[in-house]
Nanobody
Framework: QVHLVESGGGLGQPGGSLRLSCAAS????????MGWYRQAPGKQRELVAI???????NYADSVKGRFTISRDNVKNTVYLQMSSLKPEDTAVYYC?????????????WGQGTQVTVSS
């Protein structure tokens, strides 16, 4: 079992910055990828950014150039630096990781952290 703990959400100003963190703990062998998803009220959960074990990254078009994902492999922690925030970035942000075991891959989700962008 893997436990994900997210932190860093809250209220951000339009044009401002926030940084999210997500630490994974528990029975971890190899983390294939870690990523951030978000879900706004009345909308489906969507991918924000993902980083693989090889440090390849992928971003949603809506956040490219504004958000940066990074990871600390020693701490099993992923970060999301959010800059130039927009009101439409308001959502619950969820951390996700895919852990490779001997014969299967298991995905885990965090509990979510609220990000609200408003003046």
């Amino acid at each position: 079992q893997v436990h994900l703990v997210e932190s860093g959400g809250g209220l951000g100003q339009p044009g401002g910055s926030l940084r999210l963190s997500c630490a994974a703990s528990g029975s971890i062998r190899t983390i294939n990828y870690m990523g951030w998803y978000r879900q706004a009220p009345g909308k489906q959960r969507e991918l924000v950014a993902i980083i693989t074990k090889g440090d390849s990254t992928n971003y949603a078009d809506s956040v490219k150039g504004r958000f940066t994902i990074s990871r600390d492999n020693v701490k099993n922690t992923v970060y999301l630096q959010m800059s130039s925030l927009k009101p439409e970035d308001t959502a619950v942000y969820y951390c996700k990781t895919a852990v490779q075991y001997d014969y299967f891959v298991q995905a885990y989700w965090g509990q979510g952290t609220q990000v609200t962008v408003s003046s």
